[in-house]
């Protein structure tokens, strides 16, 4: 797993085998960039817009593989709702574009998951630094500061 984003101190609390950190200068982010993912197989990608392009360019040319494919998920828009992908990224290696979100996964397949999830969930093996608030002090849950991967969950 390689993490991807700003603040490299934030991002170790996931343990990844390595860390790029986009604060960093762009020849130098595109350098490592490259480095670190010549072999991924799946990038989650909330960025898209300009980060997405400027990723590509980094990972195609330095893939081992060509023939192993790259699956890019696309999940949020942050930095743009379109992206000028470079057609050479799609001529140069097996790239395969899929959307996540609502009509990109038939809600049949959702809810046949659904179970599995649940019994993941309650055997422990998903964990969320939580700190719940009862919704009447919405207002307070609002200025509560979290640290890290903390979230702020109110409840009825």
């Not at 790029?20 to 909330?46: F, H, K, M, N, T």
């Not at 002090?137 to 109110?154: D, E, I, N, Y």
Request: hydrophobic letters at 45%; zero cysteines.
């Amino acid at each position: 797993m390689i993490a991807v984003g700003r603040g490299a101190q934030r991002m170790a609390a996931a343990d990844p085998d390595a860390i790029v950190a986009l604060d960093d200068a762009p020849d130098r982010v595109a350098e490592q960039l490259g480095r670190a993912a010549s072999d991924v197989d799946v990038v989650l990608d909330y960025l898209w817009g300009r980060p997405t392009a400027d990723a590509l360019r980094a990972i195609v040319p330095a893939r081992h593989d060509d023939d192993q494919k790259l699956t890019w998920v696309q999940i949020g828009s942050v930095a743009g709702t379109e992206s000028p992908i470079p057609s050479a990224a799609l001529r140069a290696t097996r790239l395969d574009i899929v959307g996540s979100g609502q009509g990109s996964v038939p809600a049949t397949r959702i809810v046949a998951e659904l179970g599995e999830l649940l019994d993941e969930v309650a055997a422990g093996h998903f964990t969320s630094d939580v700190l719940t608030m009862p919704l009447s002090q919405v207002g307070q849950a609002w200025l509560t500061g979290t640290h890290g991967t903390q979230r702020v969950v109110l409840v009825a």
